[in-house]
Nanobody
Framework: QVQLVESGGGLVQAGGSLRLSCAAS????????MGWFRQAPGKEREFVAA????????TYGDSVKGRFTISRDNAKATVYLQMNSLKPEDTAVYYC??????????????????WGQGTQVTVSS
């Protein structure tokens, strides 16, 4: 089992930046990927970004490409999401997720086994 704790959410003005962190504990040696998803009220959970734990390959959702950057610190078992040029439509609860059982893909919610509780990001216009 892997436990995940997100931090770094908050309120920011449009055009601003935030950095989210997700610390993993437990069987972190068994992780194949970590990712970020978000969910706004009344909408489905949306893929934001993900990173392979070994090798560091990354993938991004179309709506955040060029603005968000995912990175990891293997020693700390932590993944980060640097969010720049934030827009009001980025407002959502952001969830961290870990892939413990290997799948070839790592951008669908079903590709991930463990989830954090979420952190709120609110972007004001």
């Amino acid at each position: 089992q892997v436990q995940l704790v997100e931090s770094g959410g908050g309120l920011v003005q449009a055009g601003g930046s935030l950095r989210l962190s997700c610390a993993a504990s437990g069987r972190t040696f068994s992780m194949y990927a970590m990712g970020w998803f978000r969910q706004a009220p009344g909408k489905e959970r949306e893929f934001v970004a993900a990173i392979r734990w070994s090798g560091g390959a990354t993938t991004y959702g179309d709506s955040v490409k060029g603005r968000f950057t995912i990175s990891r610190d293997n020693a700390k078992a932590t993944v980060y999401l640097q969010m720049n040029s934030l827009k009001p439509e980025d407002t959502a609860v952001y969830y961290c997720a870990a892939q413990v059982n290997y799948r070839r893909t790592y951008y669908y919610p079903k590709d991930f086994d463990s989830w954090g509780q979420g952190t709120q990001v609110t972007v004001s216009s």
